[in-house]
């Protein structure tokens, strides 16, 4: 099995270095991999954040190991040069539709959340988020007003088709779980919002064991934090699901232990921990590996068909934490290698 391994910008690198080390030591010579530039990395060597090789490289592989993007020498580039905008087209010409990230607190970690520990305990669910509609990719610019005044537009759309097509993957992933599905949006003030919500309950007839509630961002939000534990499966659009799923990890105690893959309709995914490069401890073996290596236990899972090594790695990174493994995240002072060395132990 061939993997494309795209390390990225910042601490990309050396958090990829630890996933790949615990996939070595769980799957040995049953996987390959082939290294590729992108972000701002690719943008310093060749001048695009996604070049043609690391492209073809992508979709020649059964699935992406992917770091981080985001650079801040690039910050004042064109939109279309910017780190950030590799990882859009990753999952515009892989179709890359569905993001799916789970928010499960180790127990070990209840005083790191940023909620009362008897709260935090009860956070177990997965965000699936539509990746390839909403204001990402719609219609965008900058024009002038006819006062004479710069205005900037991004245009929020999806089709019925976008919207079923994710709403299946939120109904599968809850029938897999305690059958508790929540669909998140603003339908009491976007248009856009109010077809999602009539085509999920549209859909929601296919799957009459699976519980359905809708819910707008806004409650979402403060549930989040009031209590989590009543989600299982939040299945939401684009730029409800980025913000949504970035507070579920800090209500799950560190943004450094969260993973995510996005996958497409033949489970072709990308795998990546959901933090970014992190410019500012870039080097210096600050960074929490765990959410990569974790990101790889959902690649061996949903891409590779192997779960039981993902099981594997599951057990030994909460083995690592049960031991007392921590990062300076986590209010430790392990290095990052030292991380990867606690989960190697467990294993």
Same mark, same amino acid.
């Given at each position: 099995?061939?993997?494309?391994?795209?390390? /990225?910008?910042g601490?990309?690198?050396?958090?990829?270095?630890?996933?790949?080390?615990v =996939?070595? %030591?769980?799957?040995?010579?049953?996987?390959?991999?082939?290294?590729?530039?992108?972000?701002?990395?690719?943008?310093?060597?060749? #001048?695009?954040?996604?070049?043609?090789?690391? =492209?073809?490289?992508?979709?020649?592989?059964?699935?992406? =190991?992917?770091?981080?993007? /985001?650079?801040?020498?690039?910050?004042? &580039?064109?939109?279309?040069?910017?780190?950030?905008?590799?990882?859009?087209?990753?999952?515009k010409?892989?179709g =890359?539709?569905?993001?799916?990230?789970?928010a499960?607190?180790?127990?070990? +970690?209840?005083?790191?959340s940023?909620?009362?520990?008897?709260?935090?305990?009860a956070?177990?669910?997965?965000?699936?988020?539509?990746?390839?509609?909403?204001?990402?990719?719609g219609?965008?610019?900058?024009?002038t007003?006819?006062?004479?005044?710069?205005?900037?537009?991004d245009i929020?759309?999806?089709?019925?088709d976008?919207?079923?097509?994710?709403?299946?993957?939120?109904?599968?992933?809850?029938?897999g779980?305690?059958?508790?599905?929540?669909?998140?949006?603003?339908?009491?003030?976007?248009? @856009?919002?109010?077809l999602?919500?009539?085509?999920? @309950?549209?859909?929601?007839?296919?799957?009459?064991?699976? @519980?359905?509630?809708?819910?707008?961002?806004?409650?979402?939000?403060?549930?989040?934090?009031?209590?989590?534990g009543?989600?299982?499966?939040?299945?939401? /659009?684009? &730029?409800?699901?980025?913000?949504?799923?970035?507070?579920?990890s800090?209500?799950?105690?560190?943004?450094g232990?969260?993973?995510?893959a996005?996958?497409?309709?033949?489970a072709? #995914?990308?795998?990546?921990?959901?933090?970014?490069?992190?410019?500012?401890?870039? #080097?210096?073996?600050?960074?929490?590996? +765990?959410?990569?290596?974790?990101s790889?236990?959902?690649?061996?899972?949903?891409? &590779?068909?192997?779960?039981?090594?993902?099981?594997?790695?599951?057990?030994?990174?909460?083995? %690592? +934490?049960?031991?007392?493994?921590r990062?300076?995240?986590?209010?430790?002072?392990?290095? @990052?290698q030292?991380?990867?060395?606690?989960?190697?132990?467990?294993?």
């Amino acid at each position: 099995m061939r993997i494309a391994v795209l390390p /990225g910008d910042g601490i990309g690198p050396e958090v990829v270095a630890e996933a790949r080390r615990v =996939l070595d %030591a769980v799957c040995g010579d049953a996987l390959s991999y082939e290294t590729g530039l992108v972000g701002g990395a690719a943008y310093h060597a060749v #001048g695009h954040p996604l070049p043609p090789e690391t =492209l073809a490289l992508a979709a020649r592989a059964d699935a992406v =190991l992917f770091g981080a993007v /985001g650079d801040p020498r690039c910050d004042a &580039l064109e939109r279309a040069l910017r780190p950030e905008q590799a990882i859009l087209g990753l999952r515009k010409a892989l179709g =890359l539709f569905a993001n799916l990230r789970p928010a499960r607190l180790f127990p070990e +970690l209840a005083d790191a959340s940023a909620l009362r520990p008897e709260v935090a305990r009860a956070i177990d669910m997965v965000i699936v988020r539509e990746l390839n509609g909403d204001v990402y990719f719609g219609e965008k610019g900058m024009r002038t007003t006819v006062t004479g005044r710069r205005e900037g537009y991004d245009i929020m759309s999806y089709d019925e088709d976008q919207v079923a097509r994710i709403a299946h993957v939120g109904f599968r992933t809850a029938r897999g779980r305690k059958g508790r599905l929540c669909s998140v949006d603003k339908a009491n003030v976007l248009e @856009t919002s109010q077809l999602w919500r009539d085509v999920v @309950t549209e859909i929601s007839a296919e799957y009459p064991d699976v @519980t359905l509630e809708h819910m707008y961002v806004d409650n979402a939000a403060m549930q989040l934090v009031r209590a989590p534990g009543r989600f299982d499966v939040i299945v939401t /659009g684009n &730029l409800f699901g980025d913000i949504l799923s970035d507070q579920a990890s800090m209500c799950a105690g560190s943004i450094g232990m969260l993973p995510s893959a996005s996958i497409n309709a033949e489970a072709k #995914g990308l795998y990546e921990p959901i933090h970014g490069s992190a410019p500012d401890i870039a #080097g210096q073996g600050k960074a929490n590996p +765990l959410a990569t290596i974790l990101s790889a236990a959902m690649m061996l899972r949903h891409s &590779l068909h192997r779960p039981a090594d993902a099981d594997r790695i599951e057990a030994a990174v909460a083995a %690592a +934490l049960a031991g007392g493994a921590r990062s300076p995240d986590l209010g430790g002072m392990m290095t @990052t290698q030292a991380m990867g060395d606690a989960v190697l132990a467990s294993l």
